[in-house]
Each structure stands twice: as C-alpha cells, then as structure tokens.
C-alpha cells in the first residue's frame, strides 16, 4: 500500500535557518504530493503541492520538488520565522484520479526560536 | 465562504455514549471525508464520500458510521464510544476536478473516559 515517511521531530531552529524536513514515498504510479501545515490549534493548511515528477511546489518562502528517481519531496525554506513555528505534514495521494484519499506522514513539529 | 465548519470544538464523553461530530462545507464540493489525527500517528482516513449518497471506508472505519444525505452535509457517528475513540477529528472536502485542493475544518477534539 502506499505510505508516507517523514523526519521525526521535534525540530528547534533559531529565526533565520535554514529548513529541512525530509520526506519520502512508497506509492504505485505517479501519485500527487502534498506538504500541509497546522498551526497551533488550528485544522490543517495546504502549504505547496506537486502533481507530476520534477515539479517544483512552492508557497510563502518554501519549496519541495518532486524526485521520482528518490521518492522523495523534502520541504526546504531558507530562512525561518517565529511565525513558521507549526506542525508539517507530508501527505500523498495516489495516481488516477482517487486523490480525495490522503495518506500522511506522521508529521513534524518545528519550533522556530526569536 | 465559510469553508469546512465543524461542531463541536470539543466534547468529552463516558465509554458507551453515542454521539455525532457535525461537518458541513459550503463549497458544493463533492468529496467529504473524516481523518483522525493522534500523537505520532499523523492523519489516518476513517471514512469518505464521493457524492451524496455514496461512502466508503477508510483505513480505520471500526467504530464509527457516516452517511451523506445532503452535499453539504457529512456527519459522523459514534455509536457507542471507547476510550481509544479519544483523538483529534478533521472532516475534510474537495471539488472533483483532478487537481483539487482538499479543505480541512478546524477539527473537534474528542475525550472518551
């Protein structure tokens, strides 16, 4: 089945740092990909997507690109916030047309000190 | 738009209570679905729809009953609450067009004692 493996946090960074949160699949196909967010509180946001190998998903300073040969799609944001302070959620959902199904990574607390 | 609303915010129940987490979107999409959300578990996919009238299981249906009579409307059911019911609650919704965003609700937080 298909499956989402994502770095464990919690993660700590001072403002300005760079970001990594790694991500990687198991999936059959060309499943589309997600990276959500949730702030404290708060239900989940969509942050970025790619939908087809080599895409590039970017929104508010982050970027993941679609590596088919790795199944991979790292998060990446070269300066960190206090505000980016939330959990991150990497999610996929599988190829033809199905994609009201998400499946999760366990997701990452990232804490962004001032 | 109000989006995906969910009632209630949070609610706690004793094992073997019955009770319904409301979940109402108000962008005519089509697809409505139910994850839960528990520590160091992410987001798992209890039940889904594909219209009104049609649901199917997800990956942790035991325990729980939906039913989708409406577009707007897909509620879920507990019937008779347990202890390891207690988590986090998100409906979620997305139009049908292949590259649709799916819209999660704020979500109801759940004790069972």
């Known amino acids: 089945g298909n499956s989402v493996t994502q770095m464990e946090g919690p993660v700590t960074l001072s403002e300005e740092a760079f970001l990594t949160i790694n991500c990687t699949y198991t999936?059959?196909?060309?499943?589309?990909l997600f990276w959500y967010v949730q702030y404290p509180g708060e239900g989940l946001q969509l942050l970025l997507k790619?939908?087809?190998?080599?895409d590039k998903g970017s929104n508010k300073g982050f970027e993941a690109t679609y590596r088919k040969e790795t199944t991979s799609f790292h998060l990446e944001k070269g300066s960190v916030q206090v505000s980016d302070s939330a959990v991150y959620f990497c999610a996929l959902s599988p190829s033809g047309g199905s994609n009201y199904k998400l499946t999760f990574g366990k997701g990452t607390l990232l804490t962004v000190n001032p | 738009n109000a989006g995906v609303t969910q009632t209630p915010k949070f609610q706690v129940l004793k094992t073997g209570q019955s009770m319904t987490l409301q979940c109402a979107q108000d962008m005519n999409h089509e697809y409505m679905s139910w994850y839960r959300q528990d520590p160091g578990m992410g987001l798992r996919l209890i039940h889904y729809?594909?219209?009104?009238?049609?649901?199917d299981q997800g990956e942790v249906p035991n325990g729980y009953n939906v039913s989708r009579s409406t577009t707007e409307d897909f509620p879920l059911r507990l019937l008779s609450a347990a202890p390891s019911q207690t988590s986090v609650y998100f409906c979620a919704s997305r139009g049908r067009g292949g590259e649709e965003t799916q819209y999660f609700g704020p979500g109801t937080r759940l004790l069972v004692l």
């Open positions: 999936a059959t196909g060309y499943p589309s």
């Open positions: 729809s594909v219209g009104a009238g049609i649901t």
């Open positions: 790619a939908t087809k190998a080599d």
